[in-house]
């Protein structure tokens, strides 16, 4: 059975650090690629990084490059964020990928974890 929990959510102040973290059972994160998206009320959702089963990275939106590091070890997928901005708040979301690539769209997803809050605030 496929599951993945994110964790790690809370409230941070601007140009704090934060790590989230997915837990992937059900499947090998040796097998598959994940990532973390992004949504804030009223945008659509946002992709923020992908890790391949080799550990490689891809990272999206002009905003969030340089800051975030997405990494993984056997079962967890983790997000490090640093240097977080008020409009970094949002609901972060871990997911596996339909494919063997990765991609910010929404429609590429096979499976979302629950979510987790982070709140940026000054």
């Known amino acids: 059975q496929l599951q993945l929990v994110e964790s790690g959510g809370g409230l941070v102040q601007p140009g704090g650090s934060l790590r989230l973290s997915c837990v992937a059972s059900g499947f090998s994160l040796d097998n598959y690629y994940v990532g973390w998206f992004r949504q804030v009320p009223g945008k659509e959702r946002e992709g923020v990084s992908c890790?391949?089963?080799?550990?490689?990275s891809t990272n999206y939106g002009d905003s969030m490059k340089g800051r975030f590091t997405i990494s993984k070890d056997k079962n967890t997928v983790y997000l490090q964020m640093n240097n977080l901005k008020l409009e970094d708040t949002a609901v972060y979301y871990c997911?596996?990928?339909?494919?063997?690539?990765?991609?910010?769209?929404?429609?590429?997803?096979?499976?979302w974890g629950q979510g987790t809050q982070v709140t940026v605030s000054a």
């Open positions: 890790i391949d089963r080799r550990g490689y």
């Open positions: 997911a596996r990928y339909r494919g063997y690539y990765c991609s910010k769209l929404v429609r590429d997803v096979y499976s």
